[in-house]
């Protein structure tokens, strides 16, 4: 069975820093997407990022970018420029390409932003 | 344009009472997934249904849960006899027919409190 990691239970960064949440995942699959989620205090899970595991070229949506090690099963999330506003539970989750279409999260990482 | 809509927010029943949890899906998305997350977890997938279809059960406890998806209304989670360990966010998600390989669209939560 597929499982995902999120070794840091809690971050925290200085705004306009830079921050790297880890994950690490283990599965037998070749090919697959992952995710990574952020969950504010409104409880409400907003896609931060995606990546297919076939494509070599790291994902980036603005202030957010993967670093995905496909050899090593690891894809971490760094968040540049660091605002308030991103302050949140983030979640990595995996979901094979084929097959059960069901997302596997990680335990998630509580970011704090520090003023 | 709506996202995915749940309701109640909130839900506080006693133990032994009936919960059904609603979730209206985004417009124009055919597939449902309910997730639960415990305080200070990751969520964990529960069921994947289309219309009048159980797709996936492979996360739903054998006995008191149980999930539909009519043909016309909302997604219902029924919990028969609530115990305090149901007590948990429960989310749906949403996608459309490519299985969400562009990620989900989660609805905000229903919080229940078993008392």
């Known amino acids: 069975a597929q499982t995902v990691t999120q070794s840091q239970p809690e971050m925290s960064v200085q705004e306009a820093e830079t921050v790297t949440l880890s994950c690490t995942y283990d599965?037998?699959?070749?090919?697959?997407?992952l995710f990574w989620y952020k969950q504010p205090p409104s409880r409400q899970m907003i896609l931060v990022i995606r990546?297919?595991?076939?494509?070599?070229q790291n994902a980036t949506e603005n202030r957010f970018s993967v670093n995905f090690q496909k050899a090593a099963k690891s894809f971490s999330l760094k968040i540049s420029d660091s605002q308030l506003g991103d302050a949140a539970m983030y979640f990595c989750?995996?979901?094979?390409?084929?097959?059960?279409?069901?997302?596997?999260f990680g335990q998630g990482t509580r970011l704090t932003i520090n003023p | 344009n709506a996202g995915v809509m749940q309701n109640p927010r909130h839900l506080v029943r006693r133990r032994g009472q009936e919960a059904r949890l609603r979730c209206s899906p985004m417009?124009?998305?055919?597939?449902v997934y309910w997730y639960r997350q415990l305080p200070e977890e990751g969520l964990k997938f529960m069921v994947y249904?289309?219309?009048?279809?159980?797709?996936?059960e492979s996360g739903m406890p054998k006995e008191r849960f149980s999930a539909e998806f009519p043909k016309e209304g909302p997604s219902i989670l029924r919990i028969q006899q609530v115990v305090r360990g149901d007590s948990a966010a429960y989310f749906c998600?949403?996608?459309?027919?490519?299985?969400?390989?562009?990620?989900?669209?989660f609805g905000s939560g229903t919080r229940l409190t078993v008392v």
């Open positions: 417009k124009g998305h055919s597939h």
């Open positions: 998600a949403s996608s459309s027919g490519q299985g969400g390989i562009y990620g989900y669209t």
């Open positions: 989750a995996y979901r094979k390409t084929q097959g059960a279409q069901k997302l596997v």
């Open positions: 249904l289309q219309k009048e279809n159980i797709i996936d």
């Open positions: 599965t037998s699959e070749s090919d697959y997407y």
């Open positions: 990546q297919e595991a076939y494509k070599q």
